[in-house]
């Protein structure tokens, strides 16, 4: 009884491969691409400012940081247009020797805004006791929803022409869709990165800020199978 079951499983699986061998798809395999792109302004600007303090004590260094941190949310808070938010905090110690000498202490804020004009001058101010991390420009994501949505049918259309004339141009009477990929990206000017580590200093002028654009592109990629007629 065992010898029959052992079997059964191998003379299906011989059976399945001749019948899909007898059903061969009488079509040809074709695989293309097309793309669009269109460059897009950048509306969004992200600032990312820190405190640091380096003392023997760790609660010292704490309190510096803490402090600071506190001055500048009280400064952001209620400027309109500016979301703002308290990221990343570590304290960490400091050794020499392989000996703990002192404590170091950091944690930024993250400042966004549509607003160049108003999210500099709030930098500037903030670097009385901040310094800056980093400056990033972006596209909103309603923005880029909007240019991707564009594109898609764009791209899709010259997919579609592609493979119409692959098939005209093959003497072949249609064609059908067996795979599509639709794939998005985007490139623009590299951030601007800042790295003022002065732990306090008078409020100094806001940074000159120019958004630029990025290039937004929307790839389409797929295999398509072509009447291949009668053989």
């Known amino acids: 009884m065992l010898r029959k079951l052992l079997l059964i499983p191998v003379l299906i699986g011989w059976a399945t491969g001749a019948v899909a061998h007898d059903n061969d798809p009488t079509y040809d395999r074709v695989s293309l691409n097309a793309s669009a792109e269109q460059e897009v302004e950048n509306d969004t600007l992200v600032a990312i400012l820190f405190a640091e303090h380096q003392a023997q004590r760790q609660k010292d260094v704490s309190r510096v940081v803490n402090e600071a941190v506190r001055w500048a949310l009280d400064k952001a808070k209620g400027r309109a247009g500016i979301k703002v938010q308290t990221t990343q905090y570590n304290t960490s110690p400091v050794y020499n020797k392989n000996v703990v000498t002192g404590w170091r202490a950091r944690q930024s804020i993250r400042l966004e805004s549509s607003d ?12 009385e006791q901040l310094s800056i991390g980093s400056i990033n420009y972006a596209v909103s994501k309603s923005a880029r929803d909007a240019v991707e ?43 601007v990165v800042y790295a003022a580590r002065v732990a306090k200093m ?30």
Request: charged residues 20%; negative net charge.
């Open 149 to 191: 949505e564009t594109l898609t049918s764009a791209a899709l259309a010259q997919f579609k022409r592609r493979a119409e004339l692959i098939a005209r141009d093959l003497g072949r009477k249609t064609y059908r869709i067996v795979q599509l990929h639709i794939n998005t990206q985007s490139g623009g000017p590299q951030p």
């Open 116 to 127: 160049a004009d108003a999210i500099g001058e709030l930098i500037g101010e903030l670097q």
């Open 202 to 231: 008078e409020a100094a002028p806001a940074p000159a800020i120019e958004a630029g654009v990025q290039t937004v592109t929307v790839d389409v990629s797929g295999t398509i199978e072509v009447d291949a007629g009668t053989r």
